[in-house]
């Protein structure tokens, strides 16, 4: 074996490939000279931040999914800044539901549904740090305080209703939907009853219109007072999730609770869940590594104990490189969110091939000094060798993962951006930690090892090497004889070539088939209460009422009529479009404020005047209107609206459906534009922040893959300069890429933040397997001539066993991820096993045949250039071929 650097070509390398020599021979020395002070420094920096990373707290962040510059984070800014000044506020909602499915307008679950109301109200508390003491909602609540009293009344009235059927007292109560009238005063039930199923007649002597009501939602909201803080908020809203969850019984209820601490709660578990089979994953991979390095070192006839102990720290390795980068990440304040616990599965997978690589340049440089006995042979000079090697293959591998993750984080949302950030500076360190600590591990054992050569048994050894390689040697020689045999025949290669287009073509109809599915159960493991939560909201609540909330940052002076009759334009407008239910749905201050102003609803107009507004708001049937208000102080010690908002509702059984709750949001975000100007309005909607990614994942994810494609066709000719070499390796790439996403959709597996994060790493992974190839056919060239058979065969018997290893391996490691019941882990999976498998495929079946049609069709084509980067990966040396 020529070591890199030397030989009679040495002088053609080019100035690139000079650097990179000198740069991985240099580090071998030092590494072997210093390997204890590297072992030591490598586990302290791991020891430190991995400690970091144990201390650092686990969040979620929802709207991370929103893309960049995305119209809904301006929206829910405005939202935040209306309700949570000083902190997140509490916004929680209970579902009731009839535990026998049937309806909830019967007398015992009506009054249960009151009970719970009163429960949640008063008996779960925040302490306050001004008064000293625990404050139930009732006690702090300030603005929303009434909001559930649409549910308290219509149970009165029920009962009224059943008790004096034929009294005059009843005759003043309509239990209708979606208006209910009590004594005079009308409320909405549209926020709090869904599943509505009404009675095709009218018939006077029913309770009410309303056949069945099959689920009554309670909403609790609450600013965050001065003396929270968002710990607080988040342990009152769990509070009341565990109690509901964990210690609540009810013979005919079935109650489940919804706020932000709890998806981010469920959030966190799905992703801390895949943590515990990590050790599944090690144990595998140590299993796997421990086997094929034995099977290796038995080949070469360098089977010592320490074997052993290399093939297991090649798994610690990467989990040390986890520890480390996620450290220094969270030092530098980046969050922890969920989606990093894919990231030590992908490190393992990576890490661990390369060590195999170096492992296996190891074994061939051992063999080498043992069989040549130079006098110049030294433990420096072996591990410098071995990283001349193998670096440079590593190196290739190593950039483009993190090109591809970097581009990927350049064009993704937050959310995907840490998952890519994290993934680089993961493989970056794994990259660093294995030509640094795993050598230095290497030169340990290899000081022990040449101790051992030294001996006679030791030389008996070597020289039965012969004996051993030759037969194995004449084996992979025949089978590959064989197999390139049947890849030269014109009609396999045709045969090849008319797959490739079949399975081109079939891809292409996958990818046009790729919808865009934003279901948010993607994100909460199987058993979690929110599936069925998201489930009522899909079938029950959306249809039904979709709620629009439109905040006016800036009403103006309302006493002038033409302003205020601007304003209540704007309120018809959003009242009159498609879907929309009327207003009756509709909360809009301005129209009970009327009717105080004006009690005797007199012709003559009255004037708006600000300075009634506190007075108003004093009254118990429209106290409510506080949490829509917000009043400030004039210098002349008036009172002023600075900003309010308005609901009103929209209903359609086509609103299942994500896009078109995405059509929707655009005619509403068309609407307010038209006041946008004049009175800065902005709407709001929950489901705004997923919405807007519809229109960007496409966008997206091609702009990543193409983007990170041109990076690793400029990586690759780095290494190879050589443009045919390089075009097959890019389009093979490109090929793998185009095969994942197209058959994926196959799957069932559609775009979603969750595919944009897999695909960025399947980009990444779909280099290694040609790039490999490629570069060895390339580097051939200059050993066995040009012939495209003789360098197949060598390259095939030189990278063929480590890329299947490796290909394997990174298999094992993430099938652990299925013992996890999220789709997250299957997204994952079923990406890797679709970019290893068309890997193997294009690397062995469609890069030789399209090399060999080159060297028919175009005999120029296999001249190599004359800088050459030599480096070889097998488990032993390459096979000699036969003439074909």
Known sequence: MTAVGSGPDAFQESLFVRLINDLYRRLGRFVARHAVAVVVFCTLLTVICTVKVAKTP???????????????????AIYQEFFDRKGQGIALYVLLMAKDNGTMLRNEHLNETVQILDLVANNFTVFNAETSKNESFNEFCSGFCQINE????????????????????????????????????????????????????????????????????????????????????????????????????????????????????????AGMSLSPFLIVGFVVMSVFSVVTTLVSATFMHQLTVHKVTLAVMACVVPFMSCGAAFGLLFFCGMRFGPILCVTPFLILAIGVDDSFLMLHAWHRVVKKARQERSPDDSLENRLAEVLVESGPSITISAATNILAFTVGALTSPPEIQLFCYANAMAIFVDTVFSETIYAAMMAIAGRVEMRQEKTEADKAVVEGETRWEHRLKAKTTRFLDLYLGQLTKPAVSVGVVLLYFAYVAVSVWGITRLGTDL????????????????????????????????????????????????????????????????ADSTKYFMRDFDTYSNPFGEESAVAFDADELPEFLKWPEYSFWKGFLKLRKTPEGGVELERFLFTTGFSGQKLKDWSQRGALLARWRAEVDKFRTEFDASIFSDDAIFLDLIEVIPSVTWQSVVATLLCMAVVCFLFMQHLFTVLV?????????????????????????????????????????????AFHYHRTGFECGPAPYERLSHTLGAVGFPVVQAGVSTILCVLSLLCVSLYMSFVFVKTMFLCISLGLLHGFVLIPVVFILADRLCPGSRRPPKSSFRTTIAIGDPVQPKKF
């Open 729 to 773: 390796a890019s389009l093979s790439i490109s090929s793998i890429c185009l095969g994942v996403f197209g058959l994926l959709s196959f799957w069932s597996i559609n775009l979603d933040p969750i595919m944009m994060s897999a695909g960025v790493m399947a980009i990444g992974f779909s280099v290694d397997i040609p790039a490999h190839i």
């Open 150 to 269: 649409p549910v308290r009344q219509f149970y009165n009235g029920f009962q009224v209703k059943m008790a004096e059927r034929n009294s005059s007292r009843s005759d003043r109560i309509s239990l209708r939907y979606p208006v209910t009238t009590l004594f005079g005063r009308e409320v909405s039930l549209q926020p709090n009853f869904f599943g509505i199923h009404l009675f095709e007649d009218q018939k006077e002597e029913r309770l009410s219109n309303m056949k069945s009501a099959q689920l009554v939602i309670l909403q609790f909201r609450a600013e965050q007072h001065d003396a929270w803080n968002d710990d607080d908020v988040k342990k009152w809203e769990l509070s009341v999730s565990d109690f509901f969850s964990q210690r609540y019984e009810s013979p005919r209820l079935r109650v489940l609770v919804l706020s932000m601490s709890f998806v981010q709660k469920e959030v966190l578990r």
């Open 519 to 582: 279901d948010t159960r993607k994100f909460f493991l199987r058993d979690s209460p929110l599936i069925e939560v998201d489930h009522l909201r899909t079938e029950l609540v959306v249809p039904y009422f979709t709620p629009l909330t439109v905040f006016v940052n800036r009403p103006g002076n309302l006493s002038d009529p033409e302003r205020l009759a601007r304003l209540n334009a704007m309120v018809a407008h959003f009242e009159a479009m498609e879907d929309a239910v009327g």
């Open 58 to 76: 686990r969040r979620s962040s929802l709207t991370g999914y929103a893309p960049e510059g995305a119209r809904s984070r301006e929206e829910y």
